[in-house]
């Protein structure tokens, strides 16, 4: 199943190139009072909804709209962490020598450790950083290198703490398509990537059933129909089950979580005015304009 949300706060189901309305199924979900729990109250309740949302998109008065009039907000509304994965394609690690990317302060060499996440860890994006592709991206750095960064985004479904390598792929709900947009400089990742709207989430939450194997899906993205960035999740060097057991060591997961896997190598600036289309096999694709 593919779940979006749409047009403000419209929850849909994606089929067959139009969105049906199934906003009427939130009323199923539990009333809360504060303190509001940690996580995503749709995606946490997604097992109980998605029956309803198959009922609810088969309605005959169910409102359908094509796919090219609908905008398209984050999938997930309320992460509680949006957790990344730093250099984690080998060619992103090569190209990541380059001084335009690197600032002389964010090195990629790792003499001593397996993988770069051994020895530089994962790093928080701000969740209130999140838009969808709807939504657009704020240039906050005019005058400075604001890269684009496709990744495969894995959003959790079940939270855990320390999650076992062998039972973490059922803690995850779906996937969608993820950019870190990022400007490069000196600064911490997280100040450097948590900007408004530097962290775009979309266009539909792919529900894991669809995708059986998340290790193994091209990725592109084109700048003005200029390609960038090409790819297959087959070169993550830290792979998604690892990823989600080496986040779940340190972070409790809730759902909702959003865990950005890493981009692969091609990153570029993305210039005020320009449009994205960032694409990912048996997601879907979706087009962001930057402001
Ligand atoms: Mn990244």
Not at 150 to 170: H, N, S, T
Not at 212 to 239: E, F, M
């Amino acid at each position: 199943m593919k779940v979006c949300r749409f047009d403000g706060d419209r929850l849909g189901v994606v089929e067959a190139g139009m969105v049906r309305d199934v906003t009427s199924v939130l009323d199923a979900l539990p009333p809360q009072r504060w303190p509001a729990p940690h996580g995503d109250q749709v995606i946490a309740n997604l097992p109980m909804l998605a029956q309803l949302m198959r009922e609810a998109a088969k309605q005959p008065g169910a409102k359908a709209i094509p796919l090219a009039d609908v905008r398209f907000n984050s999938p997930v509304a309320n992460p509680t962490h949006i957790i990344a994965a730093p250099l984690n394609y080998p060619l992103h690690v090569q190209e990541s020598h380059d001084p335009a990317i690197n600032h002389g302060v964010h090195m990629p060499t790792h003499e001593g450790f397996d993988t770069p996440i051994d020895k530089f860890g994962l790093f928080l994006k701000s969740h209130t950083g999140l838009v969808g592709p709807g939504n657009g991206i704020d240039l906050h750095w005019p005058g400075r290198r604001n890269d684009h960064e496709v990744e495969l985004a894995v959003v959790i479904g079940k939270g855990g703490k320390r999650i076992a390598r062998e039972d973490a792929m059922g803690h995850v709900a779906g996937y969608s398509i993820g950019l870190d947009i990022t400007v490069r400089g000196p600064e911490d990742r997280s100040f450097r990537k948590s900007a408004d709207s530097y962290a775009v989430l979309g266009p539909w939450l792919v529900t894991a059933d669809e995708i059986p194997n998340p290790g193994s899906l091209d990725l592109s993205l084109t700048v003005d129909g200029q390609p960038r960035q090409r790819s297959n999740t087959k070169h993550l060097i830290v792979d998604i089950p690892d990823l989600i057991r080496r986040a779940s060591a340190v972070y409790a997961l809730y759902p909702g979580d959003i865990i950005m896997t890493g981009t692969p190598d091609g990153v570029g600036e993305i210039p005020s005015g320009c449009t994205i289309h960032a694409w990912i096999e048996r997601i879907g694709d979706m087009q962001v304009a930057v402001r």
